[in-house]
């Protein structure tokens, strides 16, 4: 019978298979979705590529960034002492400006951006302590902008802290009931340590009234006191919210001590919850308090992964009061991971890869729509590379960005 033809061939990709090996294959790609995948293909198409085994990848996903503030670093004033706190700060007086106009503008030029870095899943949030929930309102109108080419989570996040002022939480409801998909909390900047733990029980309370998932900021910050994440834990194993719940920072966790952090470990396992670790920003920001030794500032991120835990990463932000620097690309995110957790090790180094891609996947819980089999929606890119560890040690060249089925030659 004769076949349709199929609307994009791809030749000779090199592709990493599921037991990590590297084989070469023809990708056939019709009505948006993947149809064959061999190593070689004898079908009709409309389009051919030949990628001269060049890496083919599944999409990069970024599990945090805040696309409210992104491209604002400067305005009103620059980040002198390079804090999160003097960061929260300034963008307290920068979100007394925005506009519906002026945020969209910001987070479609961002995500233009990151996607023709091969990034197609993105996880934002959202700053919901300002009463007309501008930045809210911005996002979620973008992530309809761009659901042809680009998927796009929105957290409600209390930047300011839930309980930290009177309005707060009504705010972060109203945010949920505008359609948020997922909601957020930072208990660690909460007045109080007690302040902290309600903020993170009332998260539970709203993920499970209003059905999302849950993206926490968690213990950003050196204290080694702020312990937290034993509460997102506590709460994670009593709700079975499980691999609904994200802890993300955790930067405390490098500064416990190791009787706790083996304790806390075991927890954690249980609670079967995912981490996402910022190393661009925890390393920067983090550590400011100290003179030497100074801090690495990150999360165990080598301890979890070897712990059979879900960790991904994120650039958290691009051009923003917090990190004024920040391209979107994921491999520098990657790279960054390797240096700053010594994941030196050529497992670990690969496994770094992972982090910004299938565990990323895993976090945002796309996984049934993610990776490049027969059925699922054709995302991939392609990359001037060998396989994960020439992609990370070059911070590889993009070659090709196909999302849903489609070569996007820009957006
Ligand atoms: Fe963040």
Same mark, same amino acid.
């Given at each position: 019978?004769?076949?349709?033809?199929?609307?994009?061939?791809?030749?000779?990709?090199?592709?990493?298979?599921?037991?990590?090996?590297?084989?070469?294959?023809?990708?056939?790609?019709?009505?948006?979705?993947?149809?064959?995948?061999?190593?070689?293909?004898?079908?009709?198409?409309?389009?051919?590529?030949?990628?001269?085994?060049?890496?083919?990848?599944?999409?990069?996903?970024?599990?945090?960034?805040?696309?409210?503030?992104?491209?604002?670093?400067?305005?009103?004033?620059?980040?002198?002492?390079?804090?999160?706190?003097?960061?929260?700060?300034?963008?307290?007086?920068?979100?007394?400006?925005?506009?519906?106009?002026?945020?969209?503008?910001?987070?479609?030029?961002?995500?233009?951006?990151?996607?023709?870095?091969?990034?197609?899943?993105?996880?934002?949030?959202?700053?919901?302590?300002?009463?007309?929930?501008?930045?809210?309102?911005?996002?979620?109108?973008?992530?309809?902008?761009?659901?042809?080419?680009?998927?796009?989570?929105?957290?409600?996040?209390?930047?300011?802290?839930?309980?930290?002022?009177?309005?707060?939480?009504?705010?972060?409801?109203?945010?949920?009931?505008?359609?948020?998909?997922?909601?957020?909390?930072?208990?660690?900047?909460?007045?109080?340590?007690?302040?902290?733990?309600?903020?993170?029980?009332?998260?539970?309370?709203?993920?499970?009234?209003?059905?999302?998932? $849950?993206?926490?900021?968690? =213990?950003?910050?050196?204290?080694?006191?702020?312990?937290? !994440?034993? &509460? %997102?834990?506590?709460?994670? /194993?009593?709700?079975?919210?499980?691999?609904?719940?994200?802890?993300?920072?955790?930067?405390?966790?490098?500064?416990?001590?190791?009787?706790?952090?083996?304790?806390?470990?075991?927890?954690?396992?249980?609670?079967?919850?995912?981490?996402?670790?910022?190393?661009?920003?925890?390393?920067?920001?983090?550590?400011?308090?100290?003179?030497?030794?100074?801090?690495?500032?990150?999360?165990?991120?080598?301890?979890?992964?070897?712990?059979?835990?879900?960790?991904?990463?994120?650039?958290?932000?691009?051009?923003?009061?917090?990190?004024?620097?920040?391209?979107?690309?994921?491999?520098?995110?990657?790279?960054?991971?390797?240096?700053?957790?010594?994941?030196?090790?050529?497992?670990? $180094?690969?496994?770094?890869? =992972?982090?910004?891609?299938?565990?990323?996947?895993?976090? !945002?819980? &796309? %996984?049934?729509?993610?990776? /490049?089999?027969?059925?699922?929606?054709?995302?991939?890119?392609?990359?001037?590379?060998?396989?994960?560890?020439?992609?990370?040690?070059?911070?590889?060249?993009?070659?090709?960005?196909?999302?849903?089925?489609?070569?996007?030659?820009?957006?």
């Amino acid at each position: 019978m004769l076949q349709p033809p199929c609307d994009l061939l791809l030749r000779h990709g090199r592709l990493l298979t599921c037991n990590s090996l590297i084989e070469e294959v023809d990708v056939a790609i019709r009505a948006g979705r993947f149809i064959a995948v061999a190593p070689t293909l004898d079908l009709p198409t409309d389009q051919e590529l030949d990628l001269a085994g060049q890496f083919v990848s599944s999409p990069f996903v970024e599990s945090h960034i805040h696309l409210d503030s992104a491209l604002t670093a400067g305005e009103p004033r620059w980040n002198q002492s390079g804090t999160l706190f003097e960061g929260i700060e300034i963008w307290r007086d920068r979100k007394q400006h925005l506009t519906l106009d002026d945020v969209q503008t910001r987070a479609l030029a961002t995500l233009k951006q990151q996607a023709m870095q091969g990034v197609l899943f993105v996880r934002s949030h959202a700053d919901v302590s300002e009463p007309s929930l501008t930045a809210l309102r911005g996002l979620l109108a973008v992530r309809e902008q761009v659901k042809d080419w680009m998927t796009l989570q929105v957290v409600a996040f209390p930047q300011d802290g839930i309980y930290g002022n009177p309005q707060n939480e009504t705010l972060l409801e109203e945010a949920l009931k505008l359609g948020a998909d997922g909601v957020g909390g930072i208990p660690h900047y909460e007045l109080t340590r007690e302040d902290g733990v309600r903020s993170v029980q009332r998260v539970f309370e709203l993920a499970h009234q209003y059905g999302c998932f $849950i993206d926490l900021h968690c =213990d950003e910050i050196d204290d080694d006191q702020s312990r937290f !994440l034993e &509460v %997102v834990a506590a709460c994670a /194993i009593r709700s079975g919210l499980g691999a609904r719940v994200t802890a993300s920072h955790t930067t405390a966790f490098g500064s416990y001590n190791n009787a706790y952090a083996q304790k806390l470990m075991g927890f954690l396992s249980r609670s079967q919850i995912n981490f996402v670790s910022n190393p661009l920003i925890n390393i920067t920001l983090q550590g400011r308090a100290d003179t030497y030794p100074k801090r690495r500032g990150i999360t165990r991120v080598k301890e979890l992964w070897q712990q059979g835990l879900n960790v991904s990463l994120g650039h958290d932000c691009i051009q923003d009061p917090w990190y004024s620097l920040g391209t979107g690309n994921m491999l520098d995110v990657a790279h960054m991971a390797v240096h700053v957790c010594q994941m030196t090790g050529l497992d670990e $180094i690969n496994a770094c890869y =992972d982090m910004v891609t299938v565990n990323g996947a895993k976090t !945002l819980n &796309v %996984v049934h729509d993610y990776g /490049i089999e027969v059925g699922k929606p054709a995302n991939l890119i392609v990359l001037e590379a060998n396989d994960r560890f020439d992609s990370i040690r070059r911070r590889a060249p993009i070659r090709y960005v196909i999302s849903q089925g489609k070569v996007l030659t820009g957006v």
